[in-house]
Antibody, heavy 120, light 107 residues
């Protein structure tokens, strides 16, 4: 059973960089035809796909965030990471890491999510 | 960006009754449509993909239909554990996008 766990600061100051890591267990991040993604959800609102990465390092970012987002993968640690720069209060949300299968568009495993608040 | 519109925003249904949730895409997504269920304080979980294929372990009371721009999720006989928020998501065009959700509440 694949499990994903997000980790990182729960509070980030405006204009700083949000950094999160997702640790994958129960399977290798390098095996199979899976993408690994970050998705966020502001409180009481819907879901927004931030971006995805293939184990080779190939990435796709949401154009609305592309200038501020970097997703990277460390296959030796079975982890992938998110960096979001120049954050504002609008970036306050629950951030989920996720495994995306079946062609790269369907989320079949989710992390539990981590709340990141942007505030001074 | 593809816009996904779900209706209604809130649906009140009694246990044992049928619930029908709708999702409309701003342009055709073929059958590249998934449905997720989210309960309070939890991550979403996959119900349906390919517009009509149930994910592993999903009960037969959940069914999906549609193609192109119009999609429906039907829950044939609501159980207490089915009251939650449901999201549709297209994976035909990047960035993949979600609808705003339908909250299914107990009548």
């Amino acid at each position: 059973q694949v499990q994903l766990q997000e980790s990182g600061p729960g509070l980030v100051k405006p204009s700083q960089t949000l950094s999160l890591t997702c640790t994958v267990s129960g399977g290798s991040i390098s095996s199979g035809s899976y993408y690994w993604s970050w998705i966020r959800q502001p409180a009481g609102k819907g879901l927004e796909w931030i971006g995805r990465i293939y184990p080779s390092g190939s990435t796709n970012y949401n154009p609305s965030l592309k200038s501020r987002v970097t997703i990277s993968v460390d296959t030796s640690k079975n982890q992938f990471s998110l960096k979001l720069s120049s954050v504002t209060a609008a970036d306050t949300a629950v951030y989920y890491c996720a495994r995306v299968g079946m062609g790269g568009g369907i989320v079949d495993y989710w992390g539990q999510g981590t709340l990141v608040t942007v505030s001074s | 960006e593809m816009v996904m519109t779900q209706s209604p925003a809130t649906l009140s249904v009694s246990p044992g009754e049928r619930a029908t949730l709708s999702c409309r895409a701003s342009q055709s997504v073929s059958s590249n449509l998934a449905w997720y269920q989210q309960k309070p304080g939890q991550a979403p979980s996959l119900l349906i993909y390919g517009a009509s294929t149930r994910a592993t372990g999903i009960p037969a009371r959940f069914s999906g239909s549609g193609s192109g721009t119009e999609f429906t999720l039907t829950i044939s006989s609501l159980q207490s554990e089915d009251f939650a928020v449901y999201y549709c998501q297209q994976y035909n065009n990047w960035p993949y996008t979600f609808g705003q959700g339908t909250k299914l509440e107990i009548k």
